[in-house]
Every structure is written in C-alpha cells, then in structure tokens.
C-alpha cells in the first residue's frame, strides 16, 4: 500500500505550503509507509496500485494531478486536503470534487466552519474535518522580548495580494487604517506598498538581519476578508510579536490573537490605539497563551498524528446533495472567479508550469 500525496514537498522551504507537505511526508515515512509525492500544478496522472490512498489538494484546472487521478478503482481512499474559507470566488471550483473524494481534510479556522451552514458550501460539512496548520520554532525564534514603550510601539504586515492567489487581502482596508492611525507606526514586508508606510518588499525570515527587523516591531497585523488560517499569524507569535485579525482570517474567540473588525475603519483604530497604550505586563500575558498555543495546538507532531488517523480510520462512502439553487451559484462563481481555468492568463500558467514540470521529471529519468 502507498499513499500518493499531491501537496508541495520541498525541504529547503520552511513556509506554507511547503511546511505541511514537509512534515506530513516525514511523519508518514516514519511510521514505515510508502510515499509518493507529486505537483499539484502538474498534469501526470497517477495510476495506484489496488489499496493505495490518495490524498492532497485539488487544483482548479479540471486537468491537474489530483483531480484526473480520481476516477480510478483501486483507490481505498481518497482525501482532499487544502485550505478552505466561504469565499464563493475561491471554493466554488471543488463542487464536483467533493463528492468523489471519501474525506475532506479543510486547513481552516475555527470560524468558517463554525458559520458553514449560512453558506452554499453547507452541504459539504459532513465529509469535512477541520485542520490546523502548524509552526516549527526553530524556524521562527522567539525574538520580541521587550515591548516598545506606549505611543512608540510599531505594527508590521507581511504578505502578498497575488491575482490568482490570497486575492482577499483586504489591502485597501488595511490602507485606509494607515491612513487614520498614522503610516510612521506601519511597516510593510510583501509584495505592495501600502500607504505611505515603510516598504521591506520581500524578507528572508531565515537570516539573522531580517530577525533584527522582526524584533522591532510589536504586532503583526492582517486584515483579510477570506483567508482560511494564515500561517503567518502564528509565525507571528512564535517570533513573540501579538497578532492582530480580523475574523476573515479564520480565528475569533482566541485569547492570543486580537480581533478587529471587517471594514470599521473607525473601531479598528480604537483597538490599535488602546493596544499601543496597553501595559506591557497584558501583553506579555497574551505571549505566553501564544506559546502554549504553539506547544499544544500548533505543532507539527499533533497536526500529522491528526491527519493520519483520518487517511486510515474506516468511513462510511458519503453522497451528498446539492440544492439546485446552490449547485447554479456553485457553477456561476467557478466561472467568475480569477482563479477559473478557462481564463487565458491561467490557461499559460497552468500549460507553463505543467511543462516546466514535465521537462524536470524526463532530465532526471536520463541522467
């Protein structure tokens, strides 16, 4: 029996996604099963032998690894595992796929799936099971041992709002608190400038002058209106840097990460300016249940052990039912979506990269 895992494994990056795919592959080596790893951008279709397990993510080209895979007998099971919010733009692709895997692993917060039944992705909470990602400390030391004094302390976002990926950024937003704060207490590390604000672009967060920058600063901030649970929220906290959220980014009702509200320009700067007057003793509070979250909930060792009693827990086959009013909105955000398949620019992406791929696989079969 092997499992054939469709999820990015590369051991010379620490960050999502490749931290999943990393330590699921070394956790499943160590228990002695056979492993094989595949693109999920790519076209190779995987012909399993009788008993395998596929799992992994599911790409929106009908085309892709995972989902031509599917439709094959041999397989004892078949998993998706990926992110998933209530973006209509960003889910609605998986309407199909969902009822021909056995087991829907969804890296999400708690706050999607809390509120699932208020969307038209109702139906697919039956085969659904919450996942959380997870943090190797080494990779994120513990930095941010002093807090700035009040009315010096500083907030720091980092991330990307790339069209065809975590297009929900909310950076206009996050502009317009800027605007109303002051743009001397933000800084920016990405791949936009936002406001007037100090702009890193791009940081490594593996060498030492980059901790220096990391140590400066007090919360770590992100305003998105769909994102499942960004990891860089708890890279945040193992840094010792507090996080702050809105609840689009999956998590409400944890004591170490400060919610601010979806587009109240007005009470998100409220927040920010009791934050920035708070003692440094509540703050050092909040860091330590950040810690602890880090030890017992975040961490690599629990996260797999989840994951693997779900691939080999025996399930009952689910079919699940679409409304007819759900399954026409499903069809109509596919298509409307940036990530569609049939938009020209994600036609040559998708085509480039399967090539790319390709090319690399048969130069290393002939050497």
């Known amino acids: 029996m092997t499992v054939h895992l469709v999820y990015p ?24 099963i056979s492993v094989k790893t595949y693109q999920w951008t790519s076209c190779e279709k995987i012909t399993p032998n009788k008993n395998d397990i596929l799992i992994g993510h599911a790409h929106p080209n009908p085309y892709s690894c995972f989902r031509i895979s599917l439709n094959n007998s041999n397989w004892k099971k078949k998993i998706l595992l990926q992110p998933f919010n209530s973006d209509k733009y960003q889910m609605s692709y ?3 796929i969902i009822n021909e895997v056995d087991l829907f692993l969804a890296i999400s917060g708690e706050y ?6 208020q969307t038209i992705f109702k139906s697919w909470k039956k085969k659904m099971v919450r996942v959380d990602m997870g943090i190797n400390r080494t990779h ?3 930095v941010k041992k002093n807090f700035n004094p009040p009315g010096k302390r500083k907030f720091l976002y980092i991330g990307n709002d790339y069209e065809f990926n975590n297009y929900a950024k909310n950076l206009k937003y996050l502009n317009n608190i800027i605007e109303n704060y002051g743009a001397e207490y933000f800084s920016i590390a990405g791949n936009k400038r936002v406001n007037r604000s100090n702009f890193y672009g791009w940081l490594n967060f593996s060498k030492k002058e980059t901790l220096e920058i990391i140590k400066r600063y007090d919360f770590y ?8 649970n960004p990891t860089t929220i708890i890279e945040a906290m193992s840094w010792g840097l507090i996080p702050i959220a809105t609840d689009g980014c999956g998590y409400t009702n944890n004591a170490g990460i400060i919610n601010v509200p979806q587009n109240n320009v007005n009470e998100a700067v409220r927040i920010l300016h009791t934050l920035q007057q708070q003692k440094s003793n509540i703050l050092e509070d909040i860091q ?7 030890e017992f909930r975040f961490n690599w060792k629990k996260i797999c052990n989840e994951i693997y009693s779900n691939i080999f827990n025996k399930e009952q086959k689910l079919e699940l039912y679409y409304t007819s009013s759900d399954l026409n909105d499903l069809r109509k955000y596919e298509k409307k979506s940036k990530n569609y ?8 992406r998708f085509f480039l990269i399967s090539l790319k791929y390709i090319i690399k696989k048969n130069i290393k079969k002939y050497i």
């Open 221 to 228: 901030i992100i305003v998105s209106t769909n994102d499942a």
């Open 94 to 96: 998986l309407h199909n």
């Open 112 to 117: 999607w799936i809390n509120n699932i039944d």
């Open 288 to 294: 330590k249940k950040n810690i602890n979250q880090l």
């Open 9 to 32: 494994v590369d051991f010379s990056k620490h960050s999502a996604p490749w931290s999943l795919g990393n330590h699921l592959y070394e956790f499943l080596i160590e228990k002695k």
């Open 140 to 142: 994120y030391p513990y």
């Open 341 to 348: 398949y049939l938009r020209l620019k994600n036609i040559l």
